[in-house]
């Protein structure tokens, strides 16, 4: 089905896509909102991730380093969230639009409602439907959880020393999993086994047992 996927107009077009295709059934306005609120949930999850890969860490060795860059990132990003929600709340959309006015290349009045509606759609979600954003929240936060224990179990049962927060590093963070890339290779060799298992999952885009299906 992953192979599907990527092939589908959804996937090439992105999720504004999908809420324009979805026009016939549901207003183009709250298409676009459950994407932006949705993309804001997804986040927020990984905040939540990254507090729980703090938390475990606290019991497990890990380098002080690590658990710097760590809780440096979860401050940020948290911020980062903060921001974004309070710019959702003022109307970004609809000023996102309003400022193309001013460069000179304003939407017309049925754009620009649009967007109006969807900084109203966006704000009746956050303010009525704030157990639908929890449940986002949670379901978003088991599967990056279940993605980071795939991975675990999976180089686990190959024999390859890993950790949990090492695991949690690659589906939350590409900085983060290229870091460990490199000390894996400075601590194994770049010619041995556990840093071409590292390298290959690294520069694949598809899900752990997907790329060892292929590769190994």
Same mark, same amino acid.
């Given at each position: 089905?992953?192979?599907?996927n990527?092939?589908?107009?959804g996937?090439? =077009?992105?999720?504004?896509? @999908?809420?324009?295709?979805?026009?016939? /059934?549901?207003p183009?306005?709250?298409?676009?909102?459950?994407?932006?609120?949705? @993309?804001?949930?997804?986040?927020?999850?990984?905040? !939540?991730?990254?507090?729980? /890969?703090?938390i475990?860490?606290?019991?497990?060795?890990?380098?002080?380093?690590?658990m710097?860059?760590?809780?440096? %990132?979860?401050?940020?990003?948290?911020?980062?969230?903060?921001?974004f929600?309070?710019?959702?709340? *003022?109307?970004?959309?609809?000023g =996102? =639009? *309003?400022?193309?006015? *001013?460069? *000179?290349?304003?939407?017309?009045?049925?754009?620009?409602?649009?967007?109006?509606?969807?900084?109203?759609?966006l704000?009746?979600?956050?303010?009525?439907?704030?157990?639908?954003?929890?449940? %986002?929240?949670?379901?978003?936060?088991?599967?990056?959880?279940?993605?980071?224990?795939?991975?675990?179990?999976?180089?686990?049962? !190959? /024999?390859?020393?890993?950790?949990?927060?090492?695991?949690?590093? @690659?589906?939350?963070?590409?900085?983060?999993?290229?870091?460990?890339?490199?000390?894996?290779?400075?601590?194994h060799?770049?010619?041995?086994?556990?840093?071409? !298992?590292?390298?290959?999952?690294?520069?694949?885009?598809?899900?752990?047992?997907?790329?060892?299906?292929?590769?190994?």
């Open positions: 089905w992953e192979a599907v990527l092939v589908t107009t996937a090439v =077009g992105g999720d504004l896509l @999908k809420a324009y295709l979805l026009r016939p /059934g549901v183009l306005r709250d298409g676009l909102a459950s994407v932006i609120a949705d @993309k804001t949930t997804s986040v927020v999850s990984q905040v !939540l991730l990254l507090l729980a /890969g703090l475990v860490s606290a019991f497990l060795p890990v380098s002080s380093a690590l710097l860059a760590m809780t440096a %990132s979860l401050i940020i990003e948290a911020v980062c969230v903060a921001a929600v309070m710019v959702q709340l *003022r109307g970004v959309v609809g =996102g =639009g *309003r400022l193309l006015a *001013r460069l *000179r290349f304003p939407p017309s009045r049925e754009h620009q409602a649009v967007l109006d509606g969807t900084d109203r759609a704000q009746a979600l956050y303010v009525e439907h704030g157990r639908g954003l929890l449940a %986002s929240v949670l379901c978003h936060f088991v599967g990056f959880s279940l993605g980071a224990l795939e991975i675990y179990l999976v180089v686990h049962f !190959l /024999g390859v020393p890993i950790s949990l927060p090492t695991a949690f590093a @690659k589906p939350f963070s590409g900085s983060a999993a290229r870091a460990l890339l490199i000390e894996t290779m400075q601590t060799g770049v010619d041995s086994f556990p840093a071409l !298992l590292a390298a290959t999952v690294q520069g694949s885009t598809e899900t752990t047992f997907y790329v060892l299906a292929v590769y190994f």
